[in-house]
């Protein structure tokens, strides 16, 4: 069944925040391809979308080289985030310096989990302070560290409290909202503390309530609406929005109004 947001959300400008392309080997979802991606997106009302290259997660001239290709071809449309790896962060860090004035760039990603590496480790030291200094918003995968897979210690959102007092301008977006269980909770309070904290609830967050928790607890102006796409449906989201019983100030707020002030996007 065809969503058409186009008709049903013709009065929000939708910015997705937070989107991944590109081919992973251990990510077998038959309809992930990048057209695929891109044109559900737009089918479901979003007017932009910025992207971190699962390429560029991994590799950094590759993937950053497989990143422009993505944003050349949806041209108007994509937006990218940079991606800095703690191992090579020399690398990383001429790679952002190079490319961070680009139009089409308009952020850095990293993931602690993925890269092993803790975000108040020494190897991130030169990145923050870069970061702060040329007003680099930062997205970063965080989740709750008490599940399965070992890693998300890595990505403990309670990591960052010691990055965000040292660096009071730097703009944080805590992904994910924190993950699963009672931190999706407990970061409502970091937000509360710091005022350059910002949480987006992509991927698989199927928490009830929890965008009006965050509205009544902190207002709109700091939640972002990102999808996680492919790993999680843009179509989940968008309801999820929708359906949130805050008001219609608020759900223009999340949905694109303060990705375009936080990034200098216009959504349409």
């Known amino acids: 069944m065809k969503f058409n947001g186009n008709k049903i959300l013709k009065n929000y400008a939708i910015i997705d925040s937070h989107v991944h392309l590109g081919y992973l080997a251990n990510l077998n979802m038959p309809s992930n391809s990048e057209d695929n991606i891109i044109n559900l997106l737009k089918d479901c009302g979003v007017k932009k979308a910025i992207c971190a290259h699962h390429a560029a997660l991994s590799t950094v001239e590759f993937g950053t080289g497989k990143l422009f290709e993505s944003l050349s071809r949806y041209k108007g449309f994509l937006y990218g985030y940079l991606v800095f790896n703690p191992n090579f962060a020399e690398k990383s860090l001429d790679t952002i310096r190079k490319y961070m004035g680009r139009e089409e760039i308009v952020g850095v990603k990293i993931h602690p989990a993925w890269h092993l590496c803790y975000p108040d480790d020494?190897?991130?030291?030169?990145?923050?302070?870069?970061?702060?200094?040329e007003n680099i918003v930062v997205l970063t995968h965080s989740w709750n560290p008490d599940v399965p897979n070992k890693a998300q210690k890595f990505s403990d959102p309670f990591l960052f409290e010691s990055v965000v007092k040292k660096y009071p301008d730097l703009k944080l977006i805590l992904a994910h909202a924190g993950g699963r269980g009672e931190y999706l909770y407990k970061v409502v309070d970091l937000l509360k503390k710091y005022q350059n904290l910002y949480v987006d609830f992509a991927g698989d967050l199927?928490?009830?309530?929890?965008?009006e928790r965050y509205v009544n607890s902190v207002g709109s102006e700091r939640l972002l609406f990102g999808t996680d796409m492919p790993w999680a449906d843009v179509r989940y989201h968008v309801t999820n929005v929708l359906n949130?019983?805050?008001t219609s100030k608020d759900k223009k707020n999340i949905f694109g109004l303060n990705a375009s002030r936080l990034f200098s996007i216009k959504a349409i």
Do not use: L, M
């Open 122 to 133: 020494s190897r991130y030291d030169k990145f923050w302070k870069f970061a702060e200094e």
């Open 206 to 211: 199927f928490e009830p309530c929890i965008i």
């Open 244 to 246: 949130s019983d805050i």
